[in-house]
């Protein structure tokens, strides 16, 4: 507040001002809110605002048309026109920026500086010049950013930042990369750089390598499909799945049915073979008896 050459001015209590109605605490600063509130916010029963940008605009076109327009409540004149008769000759004294603001709020505190011309402060590091090791100094810590300085022999020095310890809020340390993300990288880039014309896809008279041979020209080996066919072991085994497929014993066929069973299982064990044999050879036979009986 003396940079800012402000003078603090504590509340008076009741009664320390003679007959005029002295504020408590914040009252004077919570009274024009709440006279806008109760005149201004009303309104909004009848027309409420769309947007945040719409308020605001309300709310100026209030206060500088209609609030500071009304009567001072005790001068003779409106609040706009008291408040610039009130104004020093010098005129407003505008504000600092938030920077210099930063500056000029800090907190004082004497601390010992190590013979590494480092301070801690809470697991944070704070390396100072070098002049300070070992020596005792006035730190002024920032109550609104990172930024420290330092009084020593009279003189200001900094601003410091921290060199180790935790992170700052709202800062991040950047995971660190493996060999196998940087040659991710490279890869990536070099694929970027590649380039192929669409004449390759395309077919358009290119050749990447010689030609290749006719198709027509290697020799080929024909599949034998029934050498990869299923063969029963033996002629048991083919007996037993005939006469499953039948669904009767062999021993309950005619000696024709038997002799033929025989002959087939002599020429071939393969299993689509014989299965299709005898269904085609029964199924002839059935047909057969089937006419005789009508």
Aim: proline fraction near 5%; charged fraction near 30%; aromatic fraction near 8%.
């Amino acid at each position: 507040m003396q940079a800012l050459a402000i003078e603090w001015q504590t509340h008076l209590p009741a009664g320390k001002d003679g007959t005029r109605t002295t504020a408590r605490s914040k009252g004077k600063v919570e009274r024009p809110f709440r006279t806008v509130k109760e005149a201004h916010e009303t309104l909004y029963h009848f027309h409420k605002p769309e947007t945040e940008q719409q308020a605001n605009e309300w709310l100026s076109h209030y206060l500088v048309h209609t609030y500071n327009q009304q009567r001072h409540r005790s001068e003779s004149r409106t609040r706009m026109a008291d408040w610039l008769a009130m104004l020093p000759d010098d005129g407003l004294r505008e504000m600092c920026t938030w920077e210099q603001f930063c500056r000029f709020a800090r907190e004082l505190e004497r601390r010992k500086v190590g013979i590494d011309a480092r301070i801690t402060i809470d697991g944070t590091q704070y390396e100072l010049d070098p002049g300070m090791a070992g020596d005792h100094a006035i730190l002024l810590w920032g109550l609104f950013d990172n930024e420290l300085y330092a009084e020593y022999e009279g003189e200001r020095f900094g601003p410091y930042y921290p060199v180790n310890g935790p992170i700052p809020l709202r800062r991040y340390r950047a995971v660190k990369r493996t060999k196998a993300d940087e040659r991710a990288d490279r890869i990536r880039l070099l694929a970027d750089q590649l380039g192929l014309p669409i004449a390759a896809l395309s077919g358009t008279d290119v050749r990447l390598t010689d030609a290749p041979t006719s198709a027509a020209s290697i020799p080929r080996q024909p599949f034998d499909p029934h050498a990869h066919e299923y063969h029963y072991p033996t002629v048991i085994a083919a007996k037993l799945a005939i006469a499953e497929e039948l669904a009767k014993p062999l021993a309950k066929l005619t000696v024709e049915d038997k002799t033929f069973i025989d002959q087939m299982l002599a020429e071939t064990l393969t299993r689509s073979l014989v299965l299709a044999r005898v269904r085609e050879n029964f199924r002839h036979k059935n047909k057969k008896g089937s006419q005789h009986a009508s």
